[in-house]
């Protein structure tokens, strides 16, 4: 296994055993993080939004595979299985593929993608079921996590960064 392996599973079994201090120490100073609900994340914004989307889900269980990486770039696949605080609903099974860039031994750009509607359905019911697929209703629910991204770093200064 080389370093950038270890670091992918550095990151997964720290965001499983919920040690936020080991999440952020994985990602270097200007990392970038993206995905459908949270499309533009920089500097200590991914490791804030880990802390706030696991840290406070005692239901929340992440499983993970597949986990590649050479010099520059990595990849894994992992599973979420969590109670979706905003609907009270469970999303079981959400398949997230992952893509990493590494410089001097930190993830640089992280990226994962799943199918938004998919998840949207299991989320959010009858309305994800509606209104899951359209524009609208991504651009709602990335702006409703950005607010609640905003306060959560607001409320704890070891996170403190300008949220876009």
Known sequence: MNQNEQLIHTLYTALQDRDFEVVKSCYGKDATF???VFPSLSGKEPAAMWHMLIGGNPKMKLTYDSVEADESR???R???NY???QTGRMVQDNIIYASFEFKNGKIVKHEDSFDLYRW????FGPLGWLLGWTPLFKRTLQKKAAQKLQQFVH???EY???IA
Not at 120 to 123: F, G, I, L, V, Y
């Open 34 to 36: 993206t995905d459908h």
């Open 74 to 76: 990595g990849r894994a």
């Open 78 to 80: 992992w599973i979420g």
């Open 83 to 85: 109670l979706f605080s």
């Open 120 to 123: 949207c359905r299991m989320a």
């Open 155 to 157: 409320d704890r200064p």
């Open 160 to 162: 403190e960064s300008k």
